[in-house]
């Protein structure tokens, strides 16, 4: 499962979760347009 | 922070020492470090800098993709087409090439792709202001025992006020990091 972790800087409070159903989408998206340079 | 000459045989009190030598330059403000495959920092751009400098490294090995850069406001990242860039990217066997995109989703700061370690430095202006913001950033990737760098440019067109960032790797790998956040310290 996708993780995301969250550190506040303002709480000192750090937590890690499951991506949500917004966050994956937009994880999709990502790797759809993945234009990444690469050296020979 | 105003600048204060001393002089010969002045006494140097706690209170210039912390005015004029503690609290100089660089304020470090946050920072996290995580193996997960989005890392974020958030509450972290406040009202008290203007100008931040953001270091991120990464450090496992062979990830693929690029890492992606996005800022946060109030728990989310903010993805709405309003990231353009433009740079320059160098591997240590290629042509150098341009690298280049508008109303993208997010600021694509490090090529990781197939990188073992990788470092960014951002300065950055103005998050918690609303108004257009440009920034640079420049990484160096090490692809285990070649280099690779890239040097770009950013302008987010949203106008609007951020308080924190993240990264993750457009491949949907898992990454290792970390990011620090420093500000600069105002007069």
Known sequence: ?40 | MAIKTFTTGEVLTAADTNTYLANSGLVYVGSVTATSTTIALDSVFTTTYDNYRVVITTTNASVTGTTIFRFRASGSAISTGNYYYGGSVYFYNAVPSNWYSGAATGFPTIISSGAVENTSVIDLSFPRTANRKTFIAQSTNNFSGYAGSTTHGFVDVLATTYDGLQITQDAGATLTGTIKVYGYRKP
């Open chain 1, 1 to 40: 499962m996708s993780k995301i972790t969250i550190h506040n800087a303002e709480t000192g409070e750090t937590i890690e979760r499951d991506m949500t159903a917004d966050e994956l989408a937009q994880m999709e998206q990502d790797k759809a347009n993945a234009e990444t340079p690469t050296a020979d």
